[in-house]
């Protein structure tokens, strides 16, 4: 049971360029979500989704895309890299709506130069 | 505007002692709310959670407090032990259409001296 995976664990981009995160998870959980956790900032929720095929924004979404075409993916798109978006990108899932015992992903440094 | 807020960046303990680990929120529309424990270079595990129709809820040597008047939660171990020491989140869910997302808290670096 491999839990919540992410990869890659480490990349560093140039300003302006596009990638795409990705999350998955083996224990048929409805609810994911894609946090980003910055020094003293905690962490903040980027998008979430709450079943295949719908998703919807959190607290810091601009920059970022997201699709739940399946329950087991979560994948976070960056549309245009900019150094802002330099963080730590954790992707969590759930089976309870009030994120009870949410999983966590070994997260994602990202870097963006 | 943080809604989570654990205003102590650190808090150092002696291996044996009670550690007590503060968060105060602000939104009293949150019902549910989640203590979350993170060592370096890894994700958030999960420690302990507490509904708002409680006022204390227990787990082993971990307990959360809960005053809703106050919106304030505590998180209690004891006895603390040196492999207690890492980065605890206190998180938040406002349930309803809030399903799904977390308000976390800026975290506190819990260290125990053996």
């Known amino acids: 049971n491999a839990g919540v995976t992410q990869t890659p664990k480490f990349q560093v981009l140039k300003t302006g360029q596009s990638m795409t995160l990705q999350c998955a998870q083996d224990?048929?959980?409805?609810?994911m979500s894609w946090y980003r956790q910055d020094p003293g900032m905690g962490l903040r929720l980027i998008h979430y989704?709450?079943?295949?095929?719908?998703?919807d924004q959190g607290e810091v979404p601009n920059g970022y895309n997201v699709s739940r075409s399946t329950t087991e993916d979560f994948p976070l798109r960056l549309l245009s890299a900019a150094p802002s978006q330099t963080s730590v990108y954790f992707c969590?899932?759930?089976?309870?709506?009030?994120?009870?015992?949410?999983?966590f992903g070994q997260g994602t440094r990202l870097t963006v130069v | 505007d943080q809604q989570v807020k654990q205003n102590s960046p650190s808090l150092s303990v002696q291996e044996g002692r009670i550690s007590i680990l503060n968060c105060d929120y602000t939104?009293?529309?949150?019902?549910?709310f989640l203590w979350y424990k993170k060592y370096p270079a890894e994700g958030p595990t999960f420690l302990i959670s507490?509904?708002?129709?409680?006022d204390k809820n227990e787990d082993g040597r971990f307990t959360v407090f809960l005053n809703k008047s106050a919106k304030h939660l505590s998180l209690h171990i004891v006895p603390s032990q040196p492999g207690d020491s890492a980065v605890y989140f206190c998180?938040?869910?406002?349930?309803?259409?809030?399903?799904?997302?977390?308000?976390f808290g800026q975290g506190t670096i819990l260290t125990v001296h053996p």
């Open positions: 224990m048929n959980h409805e609810y």
């Open positions: 969590a899932s759930s089976y309870s709506p009030g994120m009870s015992q949410a999983f």
């Open positions: 939104n009293s529309m949150f019902d549910y």
């Open positions: 989704s709450v079943g295949a095929g719908i998703t």
């Open positions: 507490i509904s708002s129709i409680k």
């Open positions: 998180a938040a869910n406002a349930g309803g259409t809030s399903y799904g997302k977390l308000t």
